[in-house]
């Protein structure tokens, strides 16, 4: 028996070991399955980031489909049948801005005290001057270094178009003008803008020539009718007044005089300047305008919803915006050959600011790596690419911001409106190039203190861009103009224009998004101090609602992202 215990010890710590050989043998595979092959990560990634992919393979086959077309040499229809879902996809973009704005704003300001919004708005305003100088600073740094501008290229180019006049002191008031609009609803659809007209002559002039002088205004095409001793004629701006060339028959020479006009577009700052107010005011109303602040909060949360559904659509839109805008081009080669040095001044300097600079400045302030904020980032950046609007791609931002880097909405909210219309660091840099450009191509040597003014006044110009495609060109005489280029010489560069516009309102997408980072970083004591007054009953009468609670909001908009 004794020897039969010994036979079966070993047995039995032999069927033990098996035993625990079995029971280890689970555990084995568990831990093979938690590290999966490459190829499974890669796959579970573009799952967990399928729009992202979507959109890297939009920007990607549209450029291919482009370059092939152009290969058949298509007519005007089928580029505009290839360019109609991009059209769809800005109209989208562009129909959520008016809402958007005004529904974030109010409800971002509404939400905290004046103080924390105060000290918000200092930082972003901050950030914004010192990112746009540097860049126009860069801008200038990389032109004077490459010199692309030559003669040579004129004589190839020709003679521009005699563009509008345009002052700096008139661009200045027009931004004042436009943050105090005369008329609300007359803001969401169109901007004051200053314009050059010809002097008109008054009546008692008129009515005062010959009888000679009259056959001469009507054989120049004028209608004259007599009436009482006074003269008629047709296109009257007022009672006393003419229209322009019309009534100068006699002396050619045409003075102007100043007088404001409505263009269409969206008044992006006047509306701005509204919600600041009205968010600022029914803050501190207490209880009585809670239902107004959960108004526009909710609000911006249907507005949100629907942007989810504007962005599955856009890798779409993308492909055609960007194919159907390849298309358009007559001679690519052609281009690159005479604006190549120009366009490769401008690029340079987009990605040093990019990728060096404003990172530089993210890494400094926060201690966290700017790269990482970035890539949240990407699908923003991709679409501003595509679209060429910094407010077009409001929608997309606000959701890459708050669904990927985790922005607090109250920062998005108040910082994201005002960096789409303020911040244009691609644009400062773009104009100060162009501008240096066109005098290394007119021969002209600028001394230093032309290249300050340069600077200045394209930080300044930058400011004013409407956050529209080819803004830039607008402002761009505000800078020529400052140091007595010649404007007409703008219109050289435009068919360059649709490549540098994208590029650059990308840039300054980026800095939006690298602004609002910052921005929370620098406010995170009052926001964390007001979110501890709201958790432990204080502050009530106005009951802010935490930020986070809606970023956990049921509907998981982050799963899309």
């Known amino acids: 028996m004794g020897e039969d215990k010994k036979i079966h010890e070993p047995m039995m710590a032999d069927d ?119 860049a126009a600073i860069l801008g200038i740094i990389l032109v004077l270094a490459i010199h692309p501008g030559d003669p040579s290229i004129k004589q190839e180019l020709g003679e521009g178009n005699e563009e509008k006049r345009v ?24 901007q004051v803008q200053t314009v050059y007209i010809d002097k008109p002559k008054y009546f008692k002039e008129i009515a005062a020539m010959s009888t000679t002088a009259l056959p001469a205004l009507i054989g120049n095409g004028t209608n004259v009718t007599v009436m009482s001793s006074n003269v008629t004629m047709s296109g009257l701006i007022s009672n006393e007044s003419l229209p322009n060339a019309s009534m100068t028959p006699v002396n050619t020479a045409k003075p102007q005089i100043r007088s404001l006009v409505y263009r269409p577009g969206i008044n992006v700052l006047g509306l701005i300047g509204f919600c600041i107010a009205f968010g600022i005011i029914i803050s501190n109303m207490g209880r009585k305008a809670r239902v107004m602040v959960d108004f526009f909060v909710i609000l911006n949360d249907v507005i949100m919803r629907l942007v989810i559904f504007v962005m599955w659509y856009s890798p779409v839109g993308i492909m055609s915006l960007l194919a159907g805008k390849i298309m358009e081009i007559d001679n690519l080669a052609k281009l690159a050959e005479q604006l190549g040095m ?79 219309t303020v911040n244009m660091d691609g644009t400062a840099l773009y104009e100060a190039v162009a501008a240096i450009f066109i005098a290394q191509m007119n021969g002209i040597e600028l001394d230093m203190g032309q290249v300050i003014t340069v600077s200045l006044t394209a930080t300044l110009a930058s400011v004013g861009a409407a956050s529209v495609p080819s803004a830039g060109l607008v402002t761009m005489i505000l800078v020529l103009t400052a140091v007595g280029l010649p404007t007409q010489d703008v219109s050289l560069i435009v068919a360059v224009d649709w490549l540098l516009d994208r590029i650059r309102t990308s840039v300054n997408i980026l800095g939006d998004g690298l602004g609002a980072g910052i921005v929370q970083h620098l406010a995170r004591k009052q926001l964390s101090h007001q979110a501890n007054l709201e958790a432990d009953g204080h502050d009530v009468e106005m009951g802010p609602i935490d930020a986070s609670n809606h970023n956990k909001d049921e509907g998981g908009i982050g799963e899309f992202t």
């Open 167 to 190: 002052g700096t002191l008139d661009a200045f008031f027009d931004l004042v003008r436009n943050f105090f609009p005369e008329n609300l609803v007359q803001a969401t659809i169109e």
């Open 16 to 134: 033990s070991q098996g035993q625990d050989q079995n029971v280890d043998i689970p555990k084995t595979t568990f831990t093979q399955d938690r590290c999966p092959s490459p190829i499974t990560k890669l796959i579970g990634w573009c799952r967990t980031n399928l729009l992202l992919v979507l959109t890297i393979l939009g920007v990607i086959f549209g450029v291919v489909l482009g370059m092939t077309l152009r290969l058949s040499h298509p007519n005007d229809d089928i580029i505009h049948i290839v360019s109609f879902p991009g059209e769809i996809l800005m109209r989208m973009l562009k129909m959520l801005i008016l809402p958007l704005i005004v529904s974030s704003m109010i409800a971002g300001i509404a939400q905290m005290d004046a103080k924390s919004c105060g000290k918000m708005g200092s930082y972003a305003l901050c950030y914004y001057a010192v990112t746009t100088i540097l």
């Open 342 to 420: 120009y366009m490769l001044t401008v690029i340079i300097g987009l990605v040093i600011h990019a990728l060096g600079t404003l990172p530089l400045i993210y890494f400094v302030i926060t201690r966290r790596n700017p790269y990482i904020f970035l890539k949240g980032m990407l699908q923003a950046w991709l679409t501003g690419l595509a679209t060429a609007s910094s407010a077009g791609t409001l929608p997309i931002t606000f959701q890459c911001l708050e669904e990927n880097n985790k922005i607090d909405k109250r920062v998005t909210r108040f910082v994201l409106p005002v960096g789409a």
